[in-house]
């Protein structure tokens, strides 16, 4: 470690090193000259042991670019592992804490790249498979092409697809919102579902966005709750409202209340449930561009529920 290394400002660190060089050149020429050494002995001298004495006092300074520089090049391959020492409080020691945080954040966004592109995958191929089978059988002559079953598979690749555009597109915050005031009764007009709630309670968001979040809720608790009554409930909530999704279904398994708005997660993971796992992603997404918030608890007995925080409108 640099014996500077306890100094948090570079440029204090530069100036100790400048007034180094010259103490260790003018003492170096007064012991030259003591001895009798000629001028440009003496000045060989001094320039030989001021270079010495600045290198091994500022040998920290540039330790923390190099390492850098050789991180930079292993992340521009693709090992998003890499890490460099922070020997120093001052602007070098800043940017090299700098530099772990951003190399941090792009390996989470590179495993979740992957990630979503194995899970995408995943997604795809039990739709491609059934159809591929089904257009064998039919060619040779095996079976019958089922056209409901194939149009059915096409349709489910064509929903995953646009819940994919939808997702990356509200991610990246290029979803604009037509906000306005409106009843809270529009989130759940045309289902067949209780709704408690005040008769003057008022939103302020996108309506079509917010009904899209409750259609996810309702179908989400339908299709892990089937036949269990599923009621919705708002309620003023300081300047917003909130507003729960309750069924009575077999409830979150331990650990799984946030994972559930992961892409692709399962509730359930030891059975097959229908549904891409991309509708609570993307309800979470709609939900934080209105400025508000989407949480999953558990409830006693048994069961789950959904909670908004939305904004309100006075």
Excluded: Y
């Amino acid at each position: 470690m640099s014996p500077l290394a306890r100094i948090a400002s570079l440029k204090l660190k530069l100036g100790l090193v400048i007034v180094l060089a010259i103490i260790v050149t003018l003492a170096t020429m007064v012991v030259a000259a003591k001895l009798g050494l000629r001028l440009r002995w003496g000045a060989l001298a001094a320039l030989v042991l001021s270079l010495v004495s600045v290198q091994l006092v500022a040998r920290g300074l540039t330790s923390p670019l190099r390492a850098m520089a050789r991180a930079a090049e292993a992340m521009a391959r693709g090992e998003h592992g890499q890490r460099v020492p922070e020997t120093s409080r001052d602007e070098v020691g800043q940017l090299a804490a700098a530099f772990n945080v951003m190399a941090a954040e792009l390996e989470t966004l590179d495993r979740a790249r992957r990630d979503l592109v194995a899970d995408a995958a995943h997604e795809l191929r039990t739709p491609i498979s059934a159809l591929r089978a089904a257009l064998e059988n039919a060619v040779d002559g095996v079976q019958p092409a089922d056209l409901p079953a194939l149009l059915a598979q096409v349709e489910r690749l064509g929903r995953l697809a646009d819940q994919l555009l939808d997702l990356s597109a509200l991610e990246a915050g290029a979803v604009a919102l037509r906000r306005r005031p409106f009843p809270v009764g529009e989130l759940v007009a045309g289902r067949d579902v209780a709704l408690e709630a005040p008769a003057d309670l008022l939103l302020h968001g996108d309506a079509d966005r917010l009904l899209q979040v409750v259609d996810n809720l309702l179908e989400n608790a339908a299709r892990h709750a089937p036949g269990s009554p599923v009621v919705v409930r708002a309620q003023p909530a300081g300047d917003g409202v909130r507003v729960e999704v309750e069924d009575r279904g077999p409830g979150l398994p331990p650990g799984d209340a946030e994972r559930l708005f992961d892409r692709f997660a399962r509730a359930d993971r030891s059975r097959t449930v229908a549904g891409s796992g991309l509708g609570l992603a993307i309800s979470r997404s709609i939900v934080e561009l209105h400025g508000g918030a989407l949480r999953a608890e558990p409830v006693a007995p048994h069961g789950c529920r959904m909670v908004l925080e939305l904004p309100g409108a006075r």
